[in-house]
């Protein structure tokens, strides 16, 4: 199976603009997360989608939003960016039968300028 | 919520030698512990993880220990490599099936 994919991997924005990012799960996998990663910070949660829901979601202002299509693809708008937004943006998938289990993507580098 | 606190932030090895990182947990709902390799530009690959009713796993040359009365858990690696060099990041998932994550820990390997 093809692994998860992101696109675009890089990203150059100034402030006060807005972006999307896209992610393409593992085939047959419906829960798709995602998480800003900076240095220092670890892997911070955003949210959480299943079956096109929104099933968890993490500390982050009302600027991070997120959506899942019927074939499992998900994408994730900031708007009005800030400097500090600039992060690695990473997806995950996993399946219904092990739901432990994340394969991560490679990310979309995002610079905020 | 869970919060998830890794330690050290930085580790040199020699080659040959043990490396250990610990985490600790503040949710004893929490169940499912990952570790997770990420080496540089590359995607965090899940390498070994642990299950609440379980006290110990090993795979070849890399092993988890949990210890639930005191809300810990450690990696250990033995007779590293410098392909063991990498960022490692320890998790936590709650019972509301959210992921906690540490803020990684980077291993440098001595050849």
């Known amino acids: 199976k093809a692994g998860v994919t992101q696109t675009p991997r890089y990203l150059i924005k100034t402030r006060g603009q807005q972006v999307t990012l896209s992610c393409s799960p593992i085939s047959g996998h419906r829960s798709v997360s995602w998480y800003q990663q900076t240095p220092g910070q670890g892997l911070q949660f955003l949210f959480e989608?299943?079956?096109?829901?929104?099933?968890n979601k993490g500390n982050f202002p009302g600027r991070f939003s997120g959506r899942q299509f019927s074939n499992s693809r998900s994408e994730m708008n900031v708007s009005t960016l800030e400097l500090g937004d600039s992060a690695l943006y990473l997806c995950a998938s996993s399946s219904t039968l092990s739901t432990d289990t994340q394969y991560f993507g490679p990310g979309t580098r995002l610079t905020v300028l | 919520g869970e919060n998830v606190e890794q330690h050290p932030s930085t580790l040199s090895v020699q080659e040959g030698d043990s490396a250990v990182i610990k985490c600790t947990y503040s949710d004893s709902a929490s169940n499912y512990f990952p570790w997770y390799k990420q080496e540089l530009g590359k995607r965090p690959q899940l390498i070994i993880d642990i299950r609440s009713n379980v006290g110990e796993k090993k795979d070849q040359r890399i092993a988890v220990t949990l210890n639930k009365t005191a809300k810990h858990f450690s990696l250990h690696i033995t007779e590293t490599q410098p392909e063991d060099s990498a960022v490692y990041f320890c998790a936590a998932k709650d019972t509301g099936n959210q992921f906690y994550f540490g803020t990684g820990t980077s291993l440098t390997v001595i050849p």
């Open positions: 989608y299943f079956s096109e829901t929104q099933r």
